[in-house]
């Protein structure tokens, strides 16, 4: 089976840095993604690492080994805005279609 | 620019029953992603369309189907409700050729 592991809950101070990790297994990988949820709101789109190494947008990065099956995503000077749940997503064939792991909760404290 | 539209926002059904939700993708976009995602858990693919034909399907039973329409809008059908389906249906769109999805903001369905 396809399995994707993160940690369920990351707690950080505002202004810090946080990262949050993904390791995988599936049976295929073309890339990982990262999604962000606030709670009651629609997944929206962070990051895509198709090779290895980091990328950055903004006060986000994130950062693929396909060797080693991991990936995470970095958050710089965080706010209180960041607080949301965090998605990594494997992209395992040419279709498109993603296989989410199941989130991890990051609280911003002040 | 408009986003991903879906309705309704909130459906109640009673076991057995079937529920219709829909989706508008974003202009441009011809692939529709569909998800399921129970309460406090991640996402699980369901359907994938894209230029009106299905192209991938999750592991869900076949009383889960759907079709897209020439305009790229999608349907999806749940068929003889299970109380486990209640769960917020997510749809997406994306440009083929790219990997990033936008969603919308769901369909809550309950089933009692």
């Known amino acids: 089976g396809q399995s994707l592991e993160q940690p369920s809950e990351v707690t950080a101070v505002e202004g810090a840095i946080v990262q949050i990790n993904c390791t995988y297994q599936t049976s295929g990988f073309y890339g990982l993604s990262w999604y962000q949820q606030h709670d009651g709101g629609a997944p929206t789109f962070l990051s895509y690492?198709?090779?290895?190494g980091l990328e950055e947008t903004g006060r986000f990065s994130s950062f693929l080994s396909r060797s080693d099956s991991y990936g995470y995503l970095l958050l710089q000077e965080l706010q209180m805005k960041d607080s949301a749940s965090y998605f990594c997503a494997v992209r395992m064939d040419s279709s498109y279609k993603l296989i989410f792991g199941s989130g991890t909760r990051l609280l911003v404290r002040p | 620019e408009a986003g991903v539209t879906q309705s309704p926002t909130h459906l109640i059904k009673t076991r057995g029953q079937q529920a219709t939700l829909r989706c508008s993708p974003i202009s441009g976009h011809t692939s529709v992603y569909w998800y399921q995602q129970a309460l406090g858990l991640g996402l699980q693919f369901l359907l994938w369309y894209d230029e009106g034909e299905e192209r991938n399907r999750g592991n869900f039973p076949p009383r889960f189907s759907g079709r897209q329409f020439p305009n790229y809008s999608s349907e999806l059908n749940v068929n003889a409700l299970e109380l486990e389906d209640s769960a917020l249906y997510l749809c997406?769109?994306?440009?083929?050729?790219?990997?990033?999805?936008?969603f919308g903001p769901g369909t809550r369905l309950t089933v009692t």
């Open positions: 997406a769109s994306g440009p083929l050729d790219r990997a990033e999805q936008y």
């Open positions: 690492n198709a090779l290895d």
